[in-house]
């Protein structure tokens, strides 16, 4: 709103721990004394329960809460913590869980601070330590900032809403209290007097065919209408992937071919450092050079994905006008221009010279099978100087390039082992003009680096920037550029929560985004105890949305899991290797690499693979549900007429069971014991109140699957989550 105002609305503040431990607090606790190891709060024990509370003068929209750390890693840095907020100390939302970086630099984190796109004030702010870097040390909070609108023009309209709001929901608790317990007639009155709806109509009308009238028919008519209308969808984005990796080519283990076999005509080699880009319109994939352990390669070739049938295109692409024989550049494609773009590489230093330091940029025409020399030095055109281990991406719709980072090359630059490295900035190359333009030199805005992902999403019209190395920092941190307005963003992804942290620090990680899902995914490549040679693999998925990381799979395999069977059926860890994706198909393609095994330092791998990240269909969802509907008609017919029961057991509840897998299969089973079960062991339980026979019998049973399917419903569709009498406190 125009009236509002950004502020820190941290003013004068109550603290305290919870009465199971003491604490220290400094003098001026409003000060960030980043070098003083007693400028922070600090309890005794780290046993929970746990708290900081923070008092605002006022109630206040809060946005983002900013923690400020010692100048060193610490022990007593939290790991993990939540952030409660609310406007009474004993009534409070879960706003935040998330954990901090063992380091020294400043973290700031996005609160939950809307409802409905409705914004809510706090008075109160609580900091839940769970989890200490250190095991068995007390927890410490050295700076605490809050960040917010505390503008009362702007505050006042969002606290009546609130208010109203809270009203609303505790009329909602009662109607869900009434009707759980059949108190109809006080349900009735109180919905009627109020007209405030316990939830959607069609919930509504689903509990009453399933719970009162015991009607599974129509229960199932209701379900398929809602997965027909895409009701399920929410849910299902909600839910893990599971990775399923399929070996494209070879199917033997690495051990089983020679160390410097070379592959046949009909497919690429062994390498690592190459590159890989995929036209989606014609599902064909482009790959060109490498680093084989022991030259630089110039072979391009395609794979197209119908067929799966390698081609290729040029075993040398010097001698046909094109770029010479490189690694550690970089590719992009066109797709509507049908344009390849490479430029960049790596140059030992006993092979750099005046000639060969200028940085030249190719295209190669899809279409005519033909590289074009753009020009021989980018520098010249105020573009990049010759870059290795950089990263490049294009803006389809705006024609242009952006390059980012990497090392410089120079006459006295020796690679990585240089001293004083130099790194390159941001640059944008307009194709149709054929100029470029430098928007930022390394540190001006952003931190340059090597080994880093850098994607581009499309509709945000942002670039997405993480990890990487810069000399012997690897980089953990993870940011946005608008490539319209020049606005960076730090982006802080919280982890799972059952306890997962975020992608480690380190670089050569794969990384690529989903425009239509919101999501990038990266596998991961070296990371900071790259020392140790013990390669390991992870794949994350971010979502941009909800600002989440997710960690999908992990291989923890050392290098040297490339002699065992499991490389069958997914690939050993590996680094500097290649990998692309088709977001239309939702298939990620895997190329080569270096699997890092000291014993062979000259191996690469030419293994090919796809990788499908797979969810629950809503058909499989529909088909769950329809099986838990049948197995509530099974049991209630088991009680009375057991024949009839196990000729439905036998065929309309078998059909909706997958008995294929072995879990749904045994249950299924376990089901005809049913059929043996003392009818006198039948409990109502919570039907003491005034309910006909019917209704009675079953009326646990079929609240408890009705709360089930509810699951399955967006919450903008359900009743409340909590319970009323949750919420009396017993003194």
Known sequence: MASSRECDVLKYTVHKW????????????????????????????????????????QPCIVK????????????????KFKVFGGLTDDNMLELLESGLKNDHQEETFYLKHTIEENSFPCKYIKIVPIQSWGPSFNFSIWYVQLNGICDSSVVKPCMNWYNTFREREAIRLCLKHFRQHHYIEAYETLKQKTKIALEDPLLTELYNHLVLQGDFRQCEQLLQRANEEGMFNHYISQQDYKPKWIALEPSQPVHSRNLRETSADNRPGMRGGHQMSIDIATETMYLFGGWDGTQDLADLWSYHVPTQQWTCISKNTEEESGPSARSCHKMCIHHERRQVFTLGRYLDTAMRNKDNLKSDFYMYDIESGRWTLITEDT??????NLVFDHQMVIDTACNTIYVFGGKEISLGNEGERSPDPVFSGLFCYHIPTNTWNKICDDGEHIKSRIGHSMLFHPVHRLLYVFAGQRQKEYLSDFFSYNVDTGEITTLVGAGR????????????QRATIDPELDEIHVLSGLSKDKDKRDMKNSFWVYDIPKNKWSCIYKNDNSGNGANTQKSVIQPVPRFAHQLVYDHIHKIHYLFGGNPGKDSLPKMRLDDFWALKLSRPSKDQLLQKCLYLIRKQEFQEVAASEPMQALQYLQTSLAETVDHTDLDDARE??????????????????????????????HFSSRTSLFDILVSFFPDSM???????????SVS
């Not at 607090?25 to 007693?38: G, H, M, S, V």
């Not at 809460?65 to 007593?76: A, D, L, P, Q, R």
């Open 18 to 57: 919870s009465t199971y431990s003491s604490s220290y607090f400094p003098e001026n606790i409003l000060c960030n004394n980043p070098n003083d190891q007693t400028s922070r709060w600090s309890s005794d024990s780290n046993e929970p329960p746990q708290f900081l509370l923070l008092k605002l003068e």
């Open 64 to 79: 983002t809460i900013t923690f400020g750390k010692y100048e060193k890693t610490h022990v007593c840095n939290l790991k």
């Open 379 to 384: 520098a010249a055109m105020g573009g990049p």
């Open 497 to 508: 929560k059952d306890g997962g942290n975020l992608p480690a620090a380190g670089f050569t």
């Open 668 to 697: 299924f089973q376990l089901l005809a014991s049913m059929l043996f079960k003392d009818p006198n062991e039948e409990v109502t339980a919570g039907t003491s109140m005034d309910v006909d026979d019917d209704v009675s019998s």
């Open 718 to 728: 359900t009743q409340p989550k909590g319970n009323l009498i949750d919420l009396i």
